[in-house]
């Protein structure tokens, strides 16, 4: 495949072939021309990480990230602490895997100030900076929709997540994944697209789509061109950045997940032709 090849940046997350065990993907993914995998931490479950990863390298993909750690915010502080310590297990996880990223979802308690859900979150992030950065893992802050400030996550634009990093001293180990799902409607998104790669932060790029009526929070997302978000003119911002990294589909989908998984792979692989054509 010629690296340029709009196939060479494309990278799947296992989740989008949620019914499909963590071989399947690697084994499918790969036959479909697919060159990057994203696992998802269900992956690992009753299996060591190194071989998961080294299945995946013999394969012919690349390891690209780990989902999810994150979830900072808690009531109590030992809440916290039992956030942190299951980061630092993330962080060990994707070492062993040889996972270069891990994707953060933030976090947020419903009923506490979105203020002090961001406050928890930057010292979660500040506590395990050290260990991440001992173990060549870095961490992308994923701003969320903010249809999911209640409680998945209190960071929901690029400008917030910035602003974390900013706070932090913008160490190089802490950045920005950027799914489209969750930032297409920011009045900002170009200039902060351009402010988080100019600090050297755009680490990963997430493509789904935004389906109307989406008939499920979480589960409902869209095939790319199915939906309202502009994917190639965003695609455009990125890219005219200099961003050269892997472009990430993730799809939840309860519809999709009731395919049979080799035909639902087939429309992603023509859906990401299209847009890249
Ligand atoms: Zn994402």
């Known amino acids: ?55 995946a390298r013999e394969a012919g993909l690349e390891v690209v990230s780990l989902c999810r ?23 060990e996880q994707a070492k062993d895997l040889g996972a270069p ?26 506590a395990i900076l050290p260990e991440a950065e ?25 400008k917030q997540a910035n602003e974390i990093c900013d706070a932090l001293g913008s160490p190089a180990s802490l ?7 969750h930032i297409w409607w920011d009045p900002d998104l170009e200039s902060q697209i351009h402010r988080t790669a100019q600090a050297k932060r755009l680490f990963a790029f997430h493509l789904c789509d935004w389906k109307t009526p989406t008939t499920d929070f979480l589960n409902d997302r869209g095939l790319m061109g199915e939906g309202c978000i502009p994917i190639s003119v965003i695609s455009q911002w990125v890219d005219a950045t200099g ?10 989908s309860n519809r999709y997940w009731s395919m049979d998984q080799s035909e639902w792979l087939s429309c992603i692989m023509k859906s990401y032709q299209e847009l890249y054509a």
């Open 134 to 158: 001992a173990a060549g893992v870095k961490l992308g802050i994923e701003p969320l929709h903010p249809m999911y400030a209640d409680d998945r996550s209190a960071v929901n634009t690029l």
């Open 243 to 252: 961003y050269t990294g892997m472009r990430e589909v993730e799809i939840f």
């Open 1 to 55: 495949m010629s690296p340029s090849s709009p196939l060479s940046r494309l990278c799947l997350h296992t989740i989008t072939t949620k019914p499909w065990s963590t071989e399947q993907c690697i084994s499918r993914y790969a036959a479909a021309g697919v060159r990057g995998i994203t696992f998802w931490r269900y992956n690992l479950e009753g299996r060591s990480p190194e071989v998961v990863g080294r299945q």
């Open 175 to 181: 950045g920005i994944a950027a799914d489209v799902y």
């Open 69 to 91: 750690g994150g979830f900072f915010p808690g009531r109590t502080a030992a809440e916290r602490q039992h956030s942190v310590d299951d980061n630092r297990r993330c962080i």
């Open 101 to 126: 990223l891990i994707v953060l979802v933030c976090g947020a308690v419903p009923g506490q100030s979105l203020v002090e859900s961001r406050k928890q979150i930057a010292d979660g992030i500040a």
